[in-house]
């Protein structure tokens, strides 16, 4: 039996019931040379991947199947069944089988790849001349086998009669089948590209998501780091003045990261050592600070705006209400195929706002809608108490 090659007309009227967009020329073409076998309409045949032995194997079993239909019929029509007429309904079965099959393996290494490329006419006709002329050479060699008078046979008419029933029967299952299964392929292909449309929607969707968020939340800083300056100019002016060119260079650092799609490693972590800056010039001793970059990871590019909502979630949940202050660890190391990032800090530990908070969840929907299933954010007990926040990014999407 061929490989999977059907009309396109049917397609149109199959795709508007779902809304989906018409399939190109190639869509189609694409469709009709994906291998399939008559036999996957069973679901069972479907589990086996396509070889040319297995299809061999599937065109036995076809045409046994279709032999015994043809027995059945015969039976139907003369109340009886026999075993000899069983036995010669399989053999012709085998042998138009087989030899259709043979034809189209010939077909495909000669004029196929033109004949799935016209219009319908076109291909109806391949096939038609195809299970015709199949039908013929399968008939004349089965005839061989049982030892019929092959040529007191052909002057007869129900011969000729028997050839056209046969070969249209043959041509309408497999234009039926084929036309089932290049409609099925097309949907596959427009469902996967409206996923896709989708995605990159929902990415999208979600990085303005990020950008309101932190349209929200530069506000807030900008105020409590003026109010600070402030109250700093008159009892510590150069105290004031350290932190007001720390808050520049941050501001200058996050502009520039929110226009960006992506940044490195070295820009990110250098964004957070100038937010930290600020922070720690506002708490003082209470804030200890570490940050560890490999330099074989600095260029490595990277979402912007990452690292920032986990760090500030340390800071305001975790070491600002301790009332001695503590740690926060910023690192970043490979880890096999992924890049591993880890926020830690000694503060207060688990608790509501860290587990569920605005910002974290606003960085998993993020991590989700830009890595899928490969991204991943996980929060846990800090070994030395308080809480650590593990980002894993794949490498080769972040690199690519």
């Known amino acids: 039996m061929p490989r999977g090659h059907a009309l396109s007309?049917?397609?149109?009227?199959?795709?508007?019931?779902?809304?989906?967009?018409?399939?190109?020329?190639?869509?189609?073409t694409a469709a009709r040379r994906e291998p399939f076998h008559p036999l996957e309409i069973i679901p069972l045949f479907r589990r086996w991947p396509y070889s040319f032995a297995r299809d061999l194997l599937y065109t036995a079993i076809w045409n046994a199947l279709i032999g015994l239909a043809f027995s059945l019929i015969g039976a139907m029509m003369w109340g009886k069944i026999s075993l000899r007429a069983m036995m010669f309904h399989q053999i012709f079965s085998q042998c138009i089988g087989f030899t259709i099959h043979a034809l189209f393996i010939v077909g495909g290494l000669t004029v196929e790849n033109w004949v799935i490329r016209q219009r319908r006419l076109v291909i109806v006709a391949y096939y038609s001349t195809v299970a015709t002329v199949g039908v013929i050479i399968g008939w004349i060699v089965a005839s061989g086998l049982v030892d019929y008078d092959i040529a007191r046979i052909v002057q007869r008419p129900s011969w000729l009669i028997g050839i056209a029933i046969n070969s249209v029967i043959i041509s309408l299952i497999i234009l039926a089948i084929?036309?089932?299964?290049?409609?099925?392929?097309?949907?596959?292909?427009?469902?996967?590209?409206?996923?896709?449309?989708?995605?990159?929607?929902?990415?999208?969707?979600?990085?303005?998501?990020?950008?309101?968020?932190?349209a929200q939340i530069e506000p807030h800083f900008l105020f409590n780091t003026l109010a600070n300056v402030t109250s700093l100019i008159h009892p510590a002016p150069d105290t004031a003045k350290q932190m007001l060119e720390s808050f520049i260079t941050y501001l200058r650092g996050s502009l520039a990261a929110s226009r960006e799609e992506t940044t490195t490693l070295a820009?990110?972590?250098k964004l957070m050592r100038d937010f930290l800056g600020i922070l720690k010039i506002r708490m003082g001793e209470r804030l200890q600070v570490e940050i560890d970059l490999p330099d074989d990871l600095a260029d490595l590019p990277v979402p912007p705006m990452l690292i920032q909502p986990l760090v500030e979630n340390a800071i305001k949940h975790g070491l600002?209400?301790?009332?001695?202050?503590?740690?926060?660890?910023?690192?970043?190391?490979?880890?096999?195929?992924?890049?591993?990032?880890?926020?830690?800090?000694?503060?207060?530990?688990?608790s509501g706002a860290t587990s569920s908070g605005v910002g974290l969840r606003n960085v998993r929907e993020r991590i989700k809608a830009l890595f899928g299933d490969a991204g991943k954010l996980s929060i846990e007990e800090n070994a030395g108490g308080g809480t650590r926040v593990v980002v894993m990014l794949p490498m080769h999407e972040v690199a690519g």
């Open 267 to 269: 820009r990110e972590f």
């Open 9 to 28: 007309n049917t397609l149109s009227n199959a795709m508007s019931a779902f809304s989906l967009p018409t399939p190109s020329p190639e869509e189609v």
């Open 320 to 350: 600002e209400p301790k009332m001695e202050g503590g740690l926060l660890t910023l690192q970043a190391h490979k880890d096999g195929a992924n890049i591993r990032i880890v926020i830690a800090d000694t503060g207060l530990g688990f």
């Open 178 to 214: 084929y036309t089932a299964r290049e409609r099925k392929i097309l949907e596959e292909m427009a469902l996967e590209k409206e996923r896709a449309r989708f995605a990159e929607v929902e990415k999208s969707a979600t990085l303005a998501n990020l950008r309101m968020l932190q």
